[in-house]
């Protein structure tokens, strides 16, 4: 039983500790009769008994319809101001085959940036053509393959990659579009916008140095120079720093339009979303109309034609699309200075959430097996791991009576948490689960503990049964005889 706390709270206890917060859950995520969380049409209770916990739950028709919005809010922005707009989906905060495939079918290019996101890209079936390629160091085999397969546009993030990209696509006999990444000097998160000079970080180039590098682009046949680059943040909640940022790069791009074509203008990605209650991100339709406005504006006063524009959200079309479902299995007063705090423990943690340990994250939780007229009590959501910092909801008000056994939604996972998962402690990964129109689908299988020694090949049981000759890196795993216990498959 968690006993009502006298230590201080961040956030004001809610009313009533079951509702759920529309703004901070996925759409029309609500709850049965019985009081059981339903995401996409499907019971917690039942996801979790046939998948286990913990779960990656994502809402396809709520990824769907927000990219969809995504995309028509830049596309009615853009015309507003006599262009269009190409809208990539980030890979890098969730990507899978069947993520892919939505996304595609959703009208969004892919951006991607490894070889690893490259290839799941790819075999998802994503047209490369419709691809950025990002990274501030590419390997030699990445440059060459995103070259080989026809990606669209590799993101040039330093002097060097200049000739990289340009001796690869030479060889390959290849005119190969690059756009340049560049640093604004506008750093923006939340609320907020830091303009600079100079920063201190490892992507892009110096703004000051775009027209001397371009040029040096523009001298290498194998290349053909789309633009400027720049992503100036994440969890971004208006317009003032994109439009900033817009603004110092088209006062480069007018220079660049001087010396030739420039069709675009990239402006990357980081629209913010609702963790708790507490965040108030602008509607998108409004941070578009807003970019547009300052980017129309700069193109007047420099007297040059509006670029075509491009964007690359991830967080904002998925995050808000998952939840996580973990099962208590500790409830712990702990005495601490001025009162009790309640640590609620579930079966995950930081491997499959990092995000609260590394970088502090906000998160809401509700109980997901039923609703209680408990008062509500604040608690800390802490993981299994071997770790203090395992923390997976720093401060949350839940039923008082939250008991080992129920199951615990946490809201808006779908964003860099199976992305940045590990298998720390040797926890196997959890499964994530698609769900749409009351049925739940496997989209990528849970890890069991036979893929978690599989790998290893100092085990006994590889050499014992006779394995060790033939296992090489990368070949096929010896069968190991695991109960597999909790597998998600
Ligand atoms: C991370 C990243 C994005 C996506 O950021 P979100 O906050 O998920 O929208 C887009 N573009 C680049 C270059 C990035 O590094």
Request: glycine share 10%.
């Amino acid at each position: 039983m968690a006993s009502a706390s006298a230590v201080p709270s961040v956030r004001p206890a809610p009313a009533d500790p079951n509702t759920l917060n529309p703004a901070v859950w996925p759409e029309h995520a609500g709850r049965d009769a019985r009081g059981v969380l339903v995401v996409g049409g499907v019971p917690a209770d039942e996801l979790a008994a046939e998948f286990g916990t913990p779960l990656y739950v994502v809402d396809e028709a709520a990824a769907r319809s927000r990219a969809a919005r995504l995309r028509t809010a830049f596309e009615a922005a853009a015309a507003g101001i006599g262009t269009d707009v190409t809208v990539y989906y980030a890979g890098k905060s969730f990507l899978s085959g069947a993520v892919v495939r939505w996304m595609t079918e959703e009208g969004l290019g892919i951006d991607v940036c490894t070889g690893g996101e490259l290839a799941i890209a790819l075999a998802a079936g994503a047209d490369p053509a419709r691809m950025g390629f990002h990274g501030n160091n590419k390997s030699s085999a990445e440059i060459e393959r995103a070259v080989a397969v026809g990606v669209g546009a590799i993101i040039l993030d330093s002097e060097a990659e200049i000739d990289r990209v340009a001796d690869a696509a030479a060889r390959a006999g290849r005119v190969q579009r690059v756009r340049l990444r560049v640093n604004s000097g506008v750093h923006a998160s939340t609320h907020e916008f830091l303009a600079t000079a100079h920063e201190d970080q490892k992507f892009g180039v110096p703004l000051a140095r775009a027209v001397e590098l371009a040029t040096r682009i523009r001298g290498r046949d194998s290349l053909e120079f789309l633009g400027l680059h720049c992503h100036i943040g994440s969890q971004i909640f208006d317009a003032s720093g994109f439009g900033e940022s817009a603004a110092r790069l088209l006062g480069v791009h007018a220079e660049l339009v001087r010396l030739g074509p420039v069709p675009e203008l990239n402006l990357g990605g980081g629209f913010g979303i609702a963790y708790t209650e507490a965040d108030d991100p602008r509607p998108i339709e409004e941070i578009a109309l807003g970019i547009a406005d300052r980017v129309a504006a700069a193109c007047r006063d420099l007297d040059v034609a509006v670029p075509k524009l491009a964007f690359e959200p991830g967080r904002s079309i998925i995050g808000p699309a998952g939840v996580t479902l973990y099962t208590v299995g500790t409830v712990k007063p702990v005495p601490i200075e001025g009162g009790t705090r309640t640590y609620v423990s579930v079966d995950g943690g930081m491997s499959d959430n990092a995000r609260t340990a590394l970088y502090g994250a906000a998160y809401s939780a509700r109980l997901a097996s039923r609703t209680s007229d408990a008062p509500p009590a604040l608690v800390r959501v802490a993981g299994k791991h071997c770790e203090s910092g395992d923390i997976v909801v720093d401060q949350e008000h839940l039923p008082a009576d939250v008991a080992p056994g129920d199951l615990l939604a946490v809201a808006a996972t779908g964003a860099y948490c199976w992305s940045l998962a590990s298998n720390y402690n040797h926890v196997a990964r959890p499964a994530v689960v698609a769900v749409r129109d009351g049925r739940a689908r496997v989209i990528v299988r849970g890890e069991t503990e036979a893929d978690l020694l599989a790998r290893d090949l100092g085990l006994d049981a590889a050499q014992d049964a006779g394995h060790g000759a033939s296992v090489a890196a990368g070949a096929p795993a010896p069968t190991v005889s695991t109960a597999a216990e909790g597998a998600a498959e």
